[in-house]
């Protein structure tokens, strides 16, 4: 039954293939023996892991196994502080990673919720309520306005029936459907017009039809499949991390096994290289990373809703911040999913209407000069016309508007729509220029209505009015021409000549090329011995007014945004249910697509191989009249060029591909509670220029992480190599493993975290975004960490040397050494640290720019300043009070790794961060 094409049938065929009675339905007997074979109506979840193992895989992670075995070594060193910090750690990760995961897969339930509880369908003759769950294959089913289609059903009889597929299909209108047959074998959901879907809303007329699929071999089910099948990417960042963590175990057990073996060969006790070399390999193991990394993310997501985006998920703002690609859909996302009449044309002359959205604000203007609707007769009767042949309703929002002025805001006002968003356009337009619904209320009443279908493509009212009747008309210019002998010309009623129809064919043409809506408006005074029972009586000798065309305008900040995402090096892919020469046209207008930039639709898509597409995905910047499927095709065709891949959306269509996205972004708006569930990123303000500030705080974020562990790992090498060379040149231990441990603990922690939230620099925006397999220590990182680390290892040991030879070789002299080693290493870190706040030198930036980072550093010191100072530390931490000239030393070796490699960065070239742009920037055209 699947691979019948339901569309193509004819009312016999359907009744043939369903066995159904197209007037009585199904009897209650073999509606029951259909739902035992068929099951239940509804989307099924497929096996979820429970709470409790979803809260174990989190201790699966490789870096976690480390920390893991931090915390036992820590534990047997008698450090439980350090113990209890990193179990603190592994704890607070696992619970932010069990929530995260726990909420994703709540996208299922949400997509349930969109299924209709009840349904109107005929049971042996009767028409009855039934559970929509209980609904089988060949079941009639009613439809009426306000009703949410219940399963896939196959049309019979539709009587001026639309409905909202937005959500499904990505139409921004809602779409007029038939009974009829439709002939073409493969077809876009968005042309399947004699079917109505599950889960989509009828917002016009009545209709009758055959359930033909349920459950999850309805499409709203193909789209709950394709959210279970769809695997969650890993995050660039959590990749990079892995592999961090792995790196640096191997490192720290091997410089680690090499200082041990280096002290015990010259003669150091083994017990006591045994504690220094556990602590230097604690040390060497940045434990705090993990913490530190979820802090800057934490800050990073409050920062994020300040700026309208929500974060759903800890590393998605770092992974948004690596974006190439951002796949937006168009209607709410890119437009404002708001019908607005933009153009007019009568009697030979081109109007121009301005305003935006709903409010009944703007004007009407010919060449520049503002139009006088009150004399100008061809305009006054297409205003009157928009008002008076119209159901729809405009509504001023005031009661939150009020509760925010009461608290001292400016607010503008709110107007909303109830109805068709066609005719909502068309209230707005006469509402401008006060020709409102309710201004003519008392002037006309309605006395008759022939409704809009897809069939006769137009409408038609009859109105009363003190000098008689009138007939106001509106349709597809194209019928509506035919049905009319004069026209409204200059204010005169004039014969409708071939010429003149001509004119005004090409006038909807030109208009139509724009990608607008375009209408048309005619009428007719009726006389009493008029008969109008019948539209083909009444739809006759019309006159001809003019026409109107609409769109759903692109929001203001969105053309921008683009803009900045381009000289960010992303691009910006348009995929729509719209028609292509909509699309084409929103999307030339917002500049997505440049010179030699394709557009391509649904069918061609179909067409092409997923390796043709790989191919060609690059160059294709418009996707129109797409199905759920193909947006996870392209979504995948990106990913696999090597691209990551941001996808936003508001429908249930785009869950899948949102998904499956390296990160996905949903409206909070107008968006779904489905899409919502599947992103990890929504826009509270629906705004696409919210992306942009998403952008620019994941780059920041990813920076300084990078920052921080350059500062971490460049103090660990300097740690490591300080005691590494001073074993192999036969001296004493330069650090105990009590002072290792602290300045683990203490001087690492505190500036890395602040590091965490420092300020971007300027031009993190001007750069292409980092490949994705870009690794950690790319840029020239790994080189600075080594070089700087061995240059603070080099000088720590000098100033040890140069005190210890200074010396008397006692155990006094050798504590006072120490101390210094320890004074030195501190102060080295601590001056280094303001180093890795600029990917250039120390010298590049405002030191004082980060007052967490000068706040933190002075934290350092005094805790510092304690352990040498305070005599109850000192038997603790083995140091001793130091005097003027070793404090000299002290500052001269700390500042020597930081002068070195300031100069250097000062003389040398810039360590490459300007990254060319990829996406060309130019002329927007389209090439087909």
Known sequence: MEQKKWHQMGLSELQEALDCSPDGGLHATEAEKRLETQGYNELTEGARLSPIVLFLNQFKDFMVLILMGATLISGLLGEYLDAITIVAIIVINAVLGFIQEFRAERSLRALKALSAPSAKVMRGGQLLTVAAKELVAGDMVVLESGDRVPADIRLMEASSLYTEESALTGESVPVGKHAGTIQEEELPLGDQRNLAFMGTMVTRGTAKGVVVRTGMRTEMGKIAGLIQETEAME??????????GKLLILVAIGLTIMVVVAGILHGQPT??????????????????????????LALGVQRMIKRKAIVRKLPSVETLGCASVICSDKTGTLTQNKMTVTDIWLSGRALKVSGEGYAPEGDITENGRPVDSKHDLPLKRLLQISALCNNAQLVRNEAEGAKRRKRGETVPEEWSLKGDPTEGALAVLAAKLGSSAKSLEMLYSRVKEFPFDSERKRMSVVVSHQGGRLLCTKGAPDILLEHCSYVLWDGKVLPFTAS???????????????????????????????????EQEAERALVFVGLAGMIDPPRREVKDAIVKCRRAGIKTVMITGDHGLTAEAIAANLGIIPRGGRSISGQQLEQMSDEQLEREADDIYVYSRVSPQHKLRIVKALQRRGHVVAMTGDGVNDAPAIKASDIGIAMGITGTDVSKEASALVLSDDNFSTIVAAIEEGRGIYENIRKFIRYLLASN??????????MMAGLPLPLVPIQILWVNLVTDGLPAMALGVDQSEKDLMQQQPRPAKENIFARRLGWKIVSRGILIGICTLGAFWITLKEGAGDAESLTRAQTVAFTTLVMAQLIHVFDCRSSRSIFHRNPLQNKYLVLAVLSSLLLMLGVIYVEAMQP?????????????????AAGIPTFLMGIGSVLGKPSGKNRKTKWPIGPQTVSK
Do not use: N
């Open 235 to 244: 995050t660039p960042l959590q990749h990079r991390l892995e592999q961090l």
């Open 271 to 296: 017990y006591g290289m045994f504690l220094a070399g556990v602590s230097l390999a604690v040390a060497a193991i940045p434990e705090g990373l993990p913490a530190i990394v979820t802090i800057a």
């Open 500 to 534: 003149m129809k001509r004119k005004c064919r090409e006038a909807a043409e030109s208009m139509a090329h724009s990608a607008l809506r375009v209408l048309g408006f005619a009428y007719r005074d009726l006389r009493s011995a008029d008969s109008c029972e019948s």
């Open 717 to 726: 090498v300097g740690e490591i190599l300080v005691m590494f060379l001073a």
């Open 876 to 892: 603790i931490f083995k140091t001793v009070p130091i005097g003027f000239r070793e404090w000299c030393l002290v500052f001269v």
